[in-house]
């Protein structure tokens, strides 16, 4: 047990509890089934679009991940039955609701929810939901800046098995928040992404591809297709970039090879810890990604 006020800051929904069990087993993927979390609260939430804050007043949910995202993240929860899972950037706290109703169900696990913004900017509404749904004491809080909070984290000897990265979008912050999580996430443990289709954020997702070890974990569930498709002009351009070794030298390979082919795609792009990094710190340049 650690003594929230000392070393991890301030968590106003009960200390962060490290779990003692170190027990986890990588479920197989193969048995992951797409499933809608079915809270009254939650789906009335979303009907109405409104939220009451600790003081009781309604307020409107104006940021939130749309409802088949909270269900992905159920279904990951459930599938993944993780011992710890994380979550940076709470806001309204509805993928919380998602991910700590699954560990409910699950009957084992705990959920650590980082968002320096709760109590102030957020009024607390994330916590008066929690509150209300009985999922209070599955989750703890700290309410300081991730690149603050995930540190103290490992520090504590931390580790998870889920994560969910919906905090800053700034590409910097991105990248630091998957450093980080990727220094307490378990080897078969999952990492999704919200607004993966950000720039910043798809930057993130192709680095860890590409240079770490990191493959995108197949739901079967795309939120939020992209309406676009390549142009004709694109596409012969690739075949021609394919087909020449001189080119593929030269061209990015986020133009030579479509993110879809790569299976990221989508709002809420999911990925699998395959290894522990194994890099040299003195690598130097990271591959093209
Ligand atoms: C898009 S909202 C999160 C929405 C939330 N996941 C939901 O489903 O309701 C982004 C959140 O990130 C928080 N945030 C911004 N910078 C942060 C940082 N450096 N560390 C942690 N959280 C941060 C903001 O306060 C905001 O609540």
Redesign the pocket.
């Given at each position: 047990m650690i003594d929230s006020t000392s070393i991890i800051g301030r968590a106003p929904m009960g200390p962060f509890v490290v779990a003692e069990r170190t027990d986890w087993i990588e479920p197989d993927a193969s048995e992951f089934r797409f499933q809608e979390t079915g809270c009254p609260f939650i789906t009335n939430a979303f009907k109405t679009q409104q939220l009451s804050d600790l003081k009781g007043r309604v307020r409107s949910m104006d940021?939130?991940?749309p409802r088949e995202q909270g269900d992905l993240l159920f279904s990951l929860v459930r599938h993944l039955k993780p011992l710890q899972t994380i979550e940076?950037?709470?806001?309204?706290?509805?993928?919380a609701l998602h991910i700590a109703r699954a560990i409910r169900e699950n009957g084992c696990g705990h959920h650590w929810a980082?968002?320096?913004?709760q109590t102030t900017?957020?009024h607390g509404v994330a916590l008066a939901s929690l509150r209300q749904t009985g999922l209070d004491s599955l989750v703890s809080l700290d309410e300081r800046?991730?690149?603050w909070a995930v540190p103290d984290l490992e520090e504590a000897g931390g580790r998870v098995q889920f994560a969910f990265v919906?905090?800053?979008h700034l590409l910097d912050?991105v990248m630091a928040d998957f450093m980080m999580i990727d220094r307490i996430l378990d080897v078969g443990g999952l990492i999704a992404f919200?607004d993966s289709d950000w720039p910043a954020v798809l930057h993130v997702i192709r680095f860890a591809v590409t240079n770490c070890e990191y493959e995108v974990f197949p739901t079967g569930v795309v939120i939020e297709p992209s309406p676009f498709r390549p142009r004709l002009l694109t596409k012969l351009a690739r075949r021609l970039v394919h087909g020449s070794a001189r080119l593929q030298r030269i061209v990015r390979r986020s133009f030579s090879i479509p993110d879809a082919e790569r299976g990221i795609e989508g709002r809420c792009v999911v990925l699998r810890k395959t290894a522990n990094d194994s890099r040299h710190a003195l690598q130097g340049q990271p591959e093209d990604f």
């Amino acid at each position: 047990m650690i003594d929230s006020t000392s070393i991890i800051g301030r968590a106003p929904m009960g200390p962060f509890v490290v779990a003692e069990r170190t027990d986890w087993i990588e479920p197989d993927a193969s048995e992951f089934r797409f499933q809608e979390t079915g809270c009254p609260f939650i789906t009335n939430a979303f009907k109405t679009q409104q939220l009451s804050d600790l003081k009781g007043r309604v307020r409107s949910m104006d940021t939130f991940i749309p409802r088949e995202q909270g269900d992905l993240l159920f279904s990951l929860v459930r599938h993944l039955k993780p011992l710890q899972t994380i979550e940076i950037g709470l806001a309204n706290g509805i993928s919380a609701l998602h991910i700590a109703r699954a560990i409910r169900e699950n009957g084992c696990g705990h959920h650590w929810a980082i968002d320096p913004y709760q109590t102030t900017d957020w009024h607390g509404v994330a916590l008066a939901s929690l509150r209300q749904t009985g999922l209070d004491s599955l989750v703890s809080l700290d309410e300081r800046p991730s690149h603050w909070a995930v540190p103290d984290l490992e520090e504590a000897g931390g580790r998870v098995q889920f994560a969910f990265v919906d905090g800053s979008h700034l590409l910097d912050y991105v990248m630091a928040d998957f450093m980080m999580i990727d220094r307490i996430l378990d080897v078969g443990g999952l990492i999704a992404f919200d607004d993966s289709d950000w720039p910043a954020v798809l930057h993130v997702i192709r680095f860890a591809v590409t240079n770490c070890e990191y493959e995108v974990f197949p739901t079967g569930v795309v939120i939020e297709p992209s309406p676009f498709r390549p142009r004709l002009l694109t596409k012969l351009a690739r075949r021609l970039v394919h087909g020449s070794a001189r080119l593929q030298r030269i061209v990015r390979r986020s133009f030579s090879i479509p993110d879809a082919e790569r299976g990221i795609e989508g709002r809420c792009v999911v990925l699998r810890k395959t290894a522990n990094d194994s890099r040299h710190a003195l690598q130097g340049q990271p591959e093209d990604f």
